[in-house]
């Protein structure tokens, strides 16, 4: 009965890793989605409160017409998107 619970709570633990391991790991973004260019931080747009940044003005009008394809390949690039800052009324 020992062995028995000491395996689940291994297989527990390894799914917490892996949950844990597929956010905790991400960068920062540091690459426009659209061109693969190197971001400039005053250009951005946000969807879903979440913050993309972009390498020129190009980029914006193609990331709207599907905001979250381009998210979806920054997440797969290993980069993550900002959370949009809160602002004070």
Same mark, same amino acid.
């Given at each position: 009965?020992?062995? /028995? +619970?000491?395996?689940?709570? +291994? =297989?527990? +633990?390894? %799914?917490?890793?892996?949950? %844990?391991? =597929? =956010?905790? @790991?991400?960068?920062?973004?540091?690459?426009?989605?659209?061109?693969?260019? /190197?971001?400039?931080? #005053?250009? *951005?747009?946000?969807?879903?409160? #979440?913050?993309? *940044? @972009?390498?020129? $003005?190009?980029?914006?009008?193609? @990331?709207?017409?599907?905001?979250?394809? %381009?998210?979806?390949?920054?997440?797969? $690039?290993?980069?993550?998107?900002? /959370?949009?800052?809160?602002?004070? +009324?």
């Amino acid at each position: 009965m020992r062995q /028995k +619970s000491s395996v689940i709570l +291994s =297989t527990i +633990s390894l %799914f917490a890793l892996l949950a %844990f391991s =597929t =956010t905790a @790991f991400a960068a920062a973004q540091t690459t426009c989605p659209v061109m693969g260019a /190197k971001i400039n931080k #005053e250009l *951005y747009a946000d969807h879903n409160g #979440e913050r993309v *940044y @972009f390498c020129c $003005m190009a980029c914006p009008p193609q @990331f709207e017409k599907d905001p979250q394809k %381009f998210i979806d390949k920054l997440k797969a $690039m290993g980069q993550e998107t900002e /959370k949009v800052p809160v602002t004070k +009324s």
